[in-house]
């Protein structure tokens, strides 16, 4: 079968012979044995993976790029965008080689395959075909069929890349996805208006790899767009990464590049390098059963160590109320881990498995090596410029937010720092910048500029290191413009600025010189931070990031870029204040230079930047301050000037300048110690003593020299009067001459000299080292037994022994010692310590009361080490770095009731102390504040008294620098606990100004700096002055104390210092006429402890609220502020009264019953506070009441109890009872939970096994003892159990109450007695700090709400919600129900920015409603007079109807008002960002209160957030149209109507509606409804509606329907503009329906003659169809013509329909007005109707039988009684009947009658006599006895006229009646 060879056709060829011919071939031995050209080699491309067998897959092809060239060709069935499907053959590509030689066709092949690039979801067998090729065995064509089969059997694999190579590409890869997944998620939830928390941008991810058994943990950060940092096992490496368009990363590592791509598959990574694979696998360990998102564990459907099937369910949790199975992946026995009703995060683990295949688990191995460190050369290079843009790169990433985790990034950045401002401070940075910048435009510019540049560039380098070379930035710009110029084409000078570009920027850039340079890049880096910084300012976190997206609408990438770098703050903080420390060590003077955008960072004031803020301070005030070379200069000046040629005399008029300075000279002063001329040293330590002790007074002072040389100063000084350690004596005699250099030492005669008492010794020396010292020490103690005998005076210790106890010493011994080197105090604390214990001996037997080292250190302030006596020469903490003599003026004596610790400070002038209250042993320390300390002198050296303008001005830079020290200070950890921090100035200069003025002048700066004095918690401050009336008189020191104790009331008592006579003690009093609070107290007194009230007020600060009893005062501050404000708008001279505000507590008696209490502020014991008070109030002089309820947040964190419940209840009920208004003030933490602690201690387990706990538990029980302890606080059973006798619990009941359910209890009696209030009376409300859960029902219930800014209402915390999520969704209780959420919904009706504010908002609504229910509406004349006019006239445009109702500022006439219809200043919105389509508020016309609703005529936007709980939710605005009614805007229309109606305001609706808007939207949130609730809200009005249609408006179908006034008749009246226009349809679409097009050609055939003629022309007989046709087309043409017209016409038409005249004629309207004089005419109409309201009620009290058609015809017929006849017209005229009224009532108050009372008299009268009358008809049989018992009432006068009555009454018949 088949053909022979020899007769096919290739194969003769082949063989050489005939193609066509049949002859025979021997192919053993043929004629012409063939010759082969070359060697061809095949391989078939397979979708196998080869590391499992080769098993064949199937899927898509991501890239497929074969090159084929002239010896390598392939062929492929898919493409890179196809696919093979699990039905395909696993062969997709065909590949082959040709070469001379069989090597050469493999060395081809390997080649391509190595080229050939295949991207899919499958592996393929390129990678192992390579591998073979590559074989010995193949190369050698040493392989037979079995070679395959015997590779695969030992399990030879594909060349994979190096393991550490794949770790971190694999690493790579894993860490990026996750980074930029999370960043593009965070990017969608901006555009979608969602906030997420911030650590979703975290850069850092710990990446676990597993290969071969062993894993690998890795953590990979992301440390620039285009560079990762990787870490494991303490080593570490850069690597810089780029993303390709095709998702693959190009990875520079160790020298190389590497592209990669990573596929993440079920359980693995594929990651591919090159050309080569490797495969990482997941952790997945079968054994562990995690919970897959956050729940509780409801049960275990498998028992304890049951067995389980794969995919069978082990155990149910809740989640989000639903329940969800969890279910096995392997076959085993599942362990317990969690037990029932556990509450699970996501990934917690419930239970373990036991498997029942343990070899399906393979355990790995942690990888504990080591990163290679890398080999290859640096990517950055490592000459000057390069080194310089690398750190300015990583410099610029981390204010970008890629910050190092630590350990690392510290030590990286103080290197980038280091790296930087080493590189940009050298001159050859430019050079080199430049340099390359040449290089690189070789050619592309001509020869000579190049050249010329070239040769600038020389000359610099040779000058380079010369003070006056410059870098030749403006000689290369010169070279480049004067080419420039030379250029006649456009083209080519276009070309060549396009070369030249860099270096003209490079130009630019050093225009300035180095160090114009490095301030520009400092500046950039400052500024960059800045500039993200300030966005996160404006208040929390979620506030921050909503205003980001409003600002940064369309371009969100650069939003998550501002959040991500504020995400790592606190590594820019650290940047920040490493360059501002090398700018101060390196640079100081560029500190000036840019003071600009360093003073901008002191401004920062969020928590988050206070590290550098408070750097910026310290440097900006270093920076103010004389350098320490001017200063010592000026110095050594001074002492040098006072020597006279000779070198031994002085002149002390110069030496008294350095005295008085107040310049810091204790730096440089000691250096003058240790100066070559004796006289200047000497000098030096005069100087220093004088300065020192100059608020005591030095009356002795002498020079000495010990035997080396060295110079001594013994001085003497006695004790000021004050002085805590001065005995109480009188004032000795007037002190002795006081030696000084100015006279000659040797010729002093001081044998006379008579010491007084309370009289200290010193001695003061200074040695070069303590070395030097101790060998001097019995020497310079030996001063003092010099003294003792008689140097300074016999009589010293004579008088010292009279005035002063015997034991205490007298002597003071300073050491100076010039300390290098040395900077621990530790050491040099000890080495001093040491010193005097050996010495203590000698010390006490020589009367030494405490001896200070002062450690002398170049360029810094002394250190001081004081040891004293009476501690034994220990040292004294306090004084550490202080010069003791000072701290009498600093009165440190005064702070003896508080432990100190000293603290660090930016300025040598301030002294800084945290004190903690001393308590008892044992007791915590609840007590701590700072105090700040300084001293004042003069500013200069010549000045005697300071000036007024100075004080101010030096006290107000004290003062910031005061603050500028506490917040340094509040970086200890303890400083978040402090309170009551104290500031105390004491100025030495005198000053010659009127006391009064200081206190004024004070006022204003501290109102200046107030909030940033709160915020430091600064709740005192005291100045101490010398004043002068005038330059004669005696300097009187004053006190002055600033106190703030509650945030918002500010008090300044003024005191002068007065020796009391009785004790010689100096003491306060009282400077002004109101006595303070310290009047009569002793000077030295201690500052006293926190008392119970600063406490609370402590407490409740930490919650941003106010203390609850601190609420009465606040109320009396913002009503005298109120009587303020109206005594300036009237122009009278009211004050507000003393007693503007009394309050009496509401506390509960034994019973529960509510009665009045009078105790002290705290002495509450529930968390509820409730107050009666009465307001003085410019509507209400006399006094209004209401009932205040407070939460007090201090007590169990304001939570609602059983008996706060009953508190908040009973007080509610008595202001329903009374009928005033009930305010609540809330800031609460919802209903009380609680536990019985009792039970608690005392409770045990039964354990299912007592050895493993962990196995569960049975039940809780007690022991018998226990059970009898607790009787009654739980229920249980008695049971016999493992031997012994125990007491199961069943129930707890719990000791107190107020632990459970009853708290629920008490929150619903609480909601309904606040609905029933809010019926009845008026109901405030104020959410401060928070409201939570029931407290958010009884402020939602109350309607008024008034929310404090930062003062969430939520049902929920966010942290509880982000839990049952099982992630960070909600980063803020404020993003739940803050301000942009409550008050945007209308739960809030108004938002204050504190509470003071708060209050004032309250105060401001009770101005505009009546004292108690049923009062009148309180009316006080307006200085806006009701006669005007009203100015702003509504248009027929859109337009701002708040300008409408309160006016605005005219928009033609500068300075000018254009008034609106109220009164100017009275109209109070709410509810406003709600709804905005409807304007809500209330406001003054003529001064009577009124409740408004207006009509938004332009289209506003509804923001509709996006929750971030629900992924899918995105913002939405949607835009809504004016003059129409939405579900939201009726409902708030409704809701308005509702309130004013409660609160009994007269209403006024400026109605403007078209109708409402009926789209499928709105018909489904409830339109219907909440236009129906209008209707239900009117009819239920009881006070007068006023409807008014306004010029240009109109009201349309439905929304007339809704405020028709026969909706409620009695009460409503409709009024319409002329201007102004009402219909069922617009007139657009009444033409549409009533004027179609047939309508409008009836009315051109009725009008148009032409049209007539026409129609005439088309009737005439006889026509041919030709001119019928043309007529046709003429009557056409005639239409289309005047259609246009026509339908104008009709419109018009129609709108004459709607005019205000026919709604008039109709009776629709009760009358129509003009605009301009509306105002006059609604402020009588409203007056009117509020006084006949009030008439018409006095008449139905007196009979209630009357309708009010027949009360309306009776008051006129008293008005025509009363008037007269001929005025019977005026009853229509409502200012006429107005002021008849008004005279009525004042008739009553002064005469205590009027014709309406007589009448109302009457009519009661009767009404009275028809009652007995139809009672005695209905009861005849009580007749008799009913007139034997009046009798008994009357008068005698009275009987004998009823006598005289019967006597001649003719009988009636029985039924006449």
């Known amino acids: 079968m088949g053909i022979p060879l020899n007769r096919i056709k290739d194969i003769r060829t082949f063989y050489g012979e005939s193609p066509f011919g049949h002859s025979q071939i021997d192919f053993e031995n043929p004629t012409n044995p063939p010759v082969p050209k070359g060697a061809v080699i095949a391989a078939r491309i397979t979708s196998e993976n080869p590391d499992e067998g080769f098993k064949p897959s199937s899927g898509t092809v991501q890239e497929l790029n074969f090159r084929s060239n002239k010896n390598v060709w392939g062929y492929f069935s898919v493409s890179a965008s196809g696919g093979l499907h699990e039905f395909a053959d696993s062969q997709f590509g065909h590949c082959f080689s040709f070469g001379e030689d069989r090597e050469e066709a493999r060395e081809s092949m390997v080649v391509a395959l190595k080229e050939l690039s295949i991207r899919g979801d499958f592996r393929t067998t390129v990678e192992y075909l390579i591998k073979l090729l590559e074989t010995d065995n193949f190369q050698d064509n040493e392989f037979d069929t079995g070679w395959l089969d015997k590779l695969i059997a030992e399990k030879q694999t594909a060349e994979k890349p190096d393991t550490m190579l794949g770790v971190i590409v694999g690493s790579l890869h894993v860490a990026d996805t996750s980074i930029h997944n999370n960043f593009s998620e965070y990017q969608t939830s901006l555009e979608r208006g969602q906030v997420l928390s911030s650590n979703t941008l975290d850069n850092t991810r710990e990446v676990e790899l597993i290969q071969e058994g062993v894993k690998y943990v890795t953590k990979v950060t992301r440390q620039g767009p285009n560079a990762y940092f ?3 096992n303490d080593s570490c490496i850069d690597i810089e990464v780029h993303h390709l368009t095709d998702g693959g990363l190009l990875i520079s590592y160790d020298g190389s590049c590497h592209t990669t791509y990573m596929k993440e598959q079920v359980d693995s990574y594929r990651i591919t390098i090159g050309n080569q694979t490797c495969v990482f696998e997941k952790e997945n360990d079968p054994t562990i059963l995690r919970s897959p998102s956050a729940g509780k564990l409801i049960q275990f459907t498998v028992d304890d160590g049951g067995h389980c099937f794969a995919g069978q369910p082990y155990a149910e949790i809740e989640v989000m109320k639903m329940v969800m199975s969890l279910r096995a992946n392997e076959d085993g026995c599942v362990h317990y881990v969690k037990r029932g009703g556990a509450v699970l995060d996501q990934g917690s683990i419930v239970a373990k498995l036991e498997l029942d295949d343990p070899s399906r688990v393979q355990r790995a191995q942690m990888y504990t090596g080591q990163f290679p460190a890398p080999q290859g050369p640096s990517v950055h290079g490592s000459k000057l410029h390069q080194v310089f843009q690398k750190a300015k790169e990583a410099l610029d990433n981390i204010m970008n937010g890629y910050c190092l985790p630590e350990p690392y990034f510290e030590e990286k950045c103080e290197e980038y720092v280091q790296m930087f401002m080493k590189s940009v401070r050298n001159p050859a940075l430019p050079l080199l910048e430049m340099q390359e910048m040449v290089s690189s435009i070789v050619g592309r510019v001509p020869s000579d500029v190049e050249k010329h540049i070239k040769k600038l560039l020389n000359q610099y380098n040779s000058n380079i290191t010369s003070v006056l070379c410059q870098f030749p930035s403006q000689q290369i710009a010169n070279v480049i413009d004067k080419h420039a110029a030379t250029l006649a084409k456009k083209a080519d000078r276009d070309a060549f600025f396009l070369h030249t570009q860099g270096i003209i920027q490079l130009v630019q850039r050093y225009r300035n010189g180095i160090r114009g340079h490095m301030k520009s890049v400092i500046h950039d880096l400052l500024l960059q931070y800045l500039t993200i910084e300030k966005v996160f300012q404006q208040g929390p976190y979620d506030k921050c990031i909503t205003a980001l997206i409003d600002q940064q609408k369309g371009d969100m990438m650069t939003a998550v870029q501002y959040v991500f770098s504020h995400y790592h703050v606190k590594e820019k903080n650290i940047l920040v204040v490493m360059l501002i420390d090398q700018l101060c060590k390196k640079e100081p003077g560029l500190i000036d230079e840019l003071s600009q955008v360093i003073g901008e960072l002191t401004s920062l004031n969020k928590q988050d930047n206070s590290k550098v ?21 000026q110095v050594e000046s001074i002492f040098l000037n006072a020597i006279d040629m000779y070198g031994h005399q002085f002149c002390p008029d110069s030496l008294k300048k350095v005295i008085m300075s107040e310049t810091a000279v204790f730096d440089v002063l000691p250096s003058f110690f240790y100066h070559s001329n004796e006289v200047i040293r000497r000098a030096a330590l005069e100087v220093y003593v004088r300065r020192a002790y100059i608020a005591y007074e030095v009356n002795g002072l002498q020079h000495a020299s010990l035997t080396s040389g060295c110079c001594v100063l013994q001085f003497q000084f006695m004790l000021p009067s004050s002085h805590p350690n001065r005995l109480a004596k009188s004032r000795p ?6 030696a000084s250099l100015s006279e000659d030492i040797v010729d002093l005669d001081v044998n006379d000299v008579k010491l007084p008492p309370c009289q200290r010794m010193g001695v003061m020396c200074a040695f070069e080292t303590m070395q030097e010292f101790e060998p001097k020490f019995q020497e310079v103690i030996a001063m003092f037994m010099a003294m003792k005998q008689g140097r300074f005076g016999e009589d010293l210790y004579d008088s010292h022994i009279e005035n002063c ?14 300390v290098v080197g040395e900077k621990d105090d530790k050491i040099l604390s000890d080495k001093f310590y040491k010193f005097c214990q050996e010495k203590a001996d000698i010390l006490i037997s020589n009367d030494v009361r405490r001896i200070t080292f002062i450690c002398l250190q170049k360029r810094e302030f002394p250190k001081f080490f004081t040891y004293r006596a009476r501690l034994d020469f220990g040292e004294d903490p306090i004084y550490r770095h202080l010069e003791p003599a000072l701290a009498f003026q600093l009165e440190i004596n005064r702070m003896r009731n508080f432990d100190l610790v000293a603290m660090d400070k930016a300025s040598h002038r301030m002294h800084l102390y945290l004190g903690s209250a001393k308590v008892e042993e044992g007791r915590e320390v609840t007590d701590y504040r700072f105090f700040v300390r300084a001293i004042i002198r003069h500013s200069d050296m010549v000045t005697k008294e300071a000036s007024f303008e100075y004080l101010k001005n030096e006290g107000e830079r004290m003062l910031l620098e005061a603050l500028d020290e506490l917040e340094l200070a509040f970086s200890h950890p303890n400083s978040k606990r402090t309170d009551c921090n104290h500031i105390f100035l004491n100025f030495v200069p005198s000053v010659i100004m009127d006391p009064m003025k200081i206190e004024e002048s004070m006022r204003s700066m501290v109102l200046r700096y107030g909030s940033r004095l709160w915020k430091l918690r600064v709740l005192q401050a005291e100045l101490r002055f010398n004043v002068k009336k005038n330059s004669n008189s005696t300097p009187i020191a004053m006190r002055f104390f600033i106190t703030n104790e509650s945030g918002y009331n500010l008090d300044i ?21 109101r006595q303070g609070p310290l009047h009569g107290r002793m000077l030295n007194m201690s500052y006293m402890t926190k008392d119970h009230l600063q406490l609370k007020r402590y407490n409740a600060s930490k919650f941003n609220t106010t203390y609850v009893y601190d609420y009465p005062d606040m109320f009396k501050k913002n009503l005298v502020s109120m009587w303020n404000k109206h005594s300036k708008l009237s122009g009278s001279k009211e004050e507000a009264p003393e007693d503007v505000i009394t309050c009496s507590e509401l506390v509960l008696d034994a019973n529960g019953q509510i009665i009045t209490m009078n105790r002290m502020h705290g002495e509450n014991t529930i968390g509820m506070v409730a107050w009666k008070m009465t307001f003085k109030t410019p509507e209400y002089p006399d006094g209004r009441d209401v009932v205040c309820i407070a939460n007090d947040i201090t007590h169990q964190i304001g939570s609602f109890g059983p008996q706060e419940d009953n508190l908040f209840e009973r007080a509610s009920e008595l202001a329903r009872a009374q009928g005033i208004p009930r305010i609540y003030l809330s800031a609460n933490s919802g209903a009380r939970i609680g536990l019985a602690e009792e039970v608690k ?16 538990f049975k039940y809780l029980y007690l022991t018998p003892e226990d059970y009898k302890k607790l009787d009654g606080s739980v229920h249980a059973v008695h049971m016999e159990d493992e031997g012994e006798s125990r007491y199961k619990i069943t129930d707890i009941i719990g000791q107190e109450d107020g632990i459970g359910v009853e708290n629920l209890r008490g929150s619903g009696m609480i909601a309904g007695g606040t609905s029933r209030a809010y019926e009845e009376v008026i109901t405030l409300n104020m959410v ?50 803050g301000i942009q959420i409550m008050h945007n919904n209308g739960v809030s009706h108004a938002v204050a920015r504190d509470d003071f504010h708060g209050v004032y908002t309250l105060l401001k609504w009770l101005s505009y409603m009546p004292k108690h229910k049923g009062a009148s509406v309180p009316v006080v004349p307006s200085i806006d007079v009701v006669e005007r006019d009203v100015q702003f006239v509504p248009t027929k445009t859109p337009y701002d109807p708040r300008h409408m109702l309160a006016g605005r500022p005219h928009p033609d006439i500068a300075n000018e008002w254009q008034s609106g219809f109220f009164d100017k200043d009275s109209f109070m919105e709410i509810m406003q960002p709600w709804a905005q389509t409807v304007v809500v508020g209330r406001a003054k016309l003529g001064g009577i209160p009124m409740g408004v609703i207006a009509v938004e005529t332009r289209t506003v936007n509804l923001d509709i957030p996006a929750d971030p709980g629900n992924p899918d939710t995105e913002s939405k605005v949607i835009a809504q149209a004016g003059m129409v009614w939405f579900p939201d805007s009726a409902f708030k229309t409704a809701q308005a109507i509702k309130d004013f109606n409660r609160e009994e305001l007269p209403l006024i609706i400026f109605a403007n509606w078209r109708g409402f808007s009926g789209g499928m939207k709105d018909m489904y949130e409830q339109v219907l409804k909440y236009g129906s609730y209008i209707v239900d809200a009117l009819v239920e009005y009881k006070q007068p509606v006023m409807v008014y249609i306004p010029p240009n408006g109109e009201l349309r179908g439905g929304s007339w329907v809704v405020i028709d006034p026969t909706i409620n008749p009695e009460h409503m009246e409709m009024y319409a503009d002329v201007d102004s226009r009402g219909g069922v349809l617009e007139p657009e679409g009444t033409v549409e329906i009533k004027f179609k097009r047939r309508d409008l050609l009836k009315a051109m055939r009725r009008i148009d003659p032409n049209y007539q003629e026409l129609e005439k022309s088309l009737q005439v007989k006889g026509l041919i169809d030709k001119e019928k046709n043309e007529i046709k087309s003429k009557l056409r043409e005639r239409e289309e013509l005047l259609l246009p017209i026509y339908h104008q016409v009709a419109v018009n038409f129609a709108d004459l329909h709607d005019t205000a005249g026919r709604m008039q004629e109709k009776g629709v309207i009760s009358e129509s007005l003009h605009w301009k004089n509306s105002r006059k005419f609604f402020y009588w109409r409203v007056r009117r109707l509020l006084l006949e309201y009030k008439v018409c009620a006095l008449i139905r009290k007196a009979n209630d039988t009357l309708s009010n058609v027949e009360i309306k015809f009776m008051l006129r017929r008293w008005f025509v009684d009363d008037q007269g006849a001929p005025k019977a017209y005026l009853w229509d005229n409502n200012q006429a009947v107005s002021e008849w009224l008004l005279d009525q009532e004042r008739q009553q108050v002064t005469k205590g009658h009027s014709s309406i009372l007589d009448n109302v ?22 007749v008799m006895d009913s007139v034997v018992h009046m009798t008994q009432k009357m008068t005698p006068s009275q009987k004998a006229e009823i006598i005289k009555v019967l006597s001649t009454e003719k009988p009636v018949d029985s039924d006449s009646n």
């Open 613 to 633: 803020s408070l750097r910026a301070r310290q440097v900006l005030i270093a920076a103010h301050q004389p350098s320490y070379e001017v200063r010592h200069n």
């Open 733 to 738: 005699n007037p002190m002795t001459r006081v």
């Open 805 to 818: 106890p015997s034991d205490e010493p007298i002597h003071i011994l300073n050491i100076a010692l010039n």
């Open 1053 to 1073: 008592s003024s005191y002068r210092e007065v020796t009391d006579m009785a004790s010689s003690m100096i003491k306060f009093v009282s400077a002004g006429p």
């Open 1801 to 1822: 008299q009457s009519v009661r009268r009767d009404q009275l006599i028809l009652q007995i009358r139809k009672l005695v008809n209905e009861n005849p049989e009580v």
């Open 230 to 232: 990787l870490s494991t």
């Open 1241 to 1256: 201690q005392l409770f045990k387990v039964s354990w299912d096994d007592p050895s493993a706990p962990e196995k569960g």
């Open 1328 to 1377: 401060t700090c928070r409201a939570v859960g029931i407290g958010s029902y009884v402020v939602r219930l109350g309607q008024r709400i008034i929310q404090v800014e930062n003062s969430p209402i939520i049902l929920t915390g966010n942290q509880a919600l982000n839990k049952v999520l099982g992630r960070d969704v909600y980063t803020s209780n404020n993003q739940l129900g």
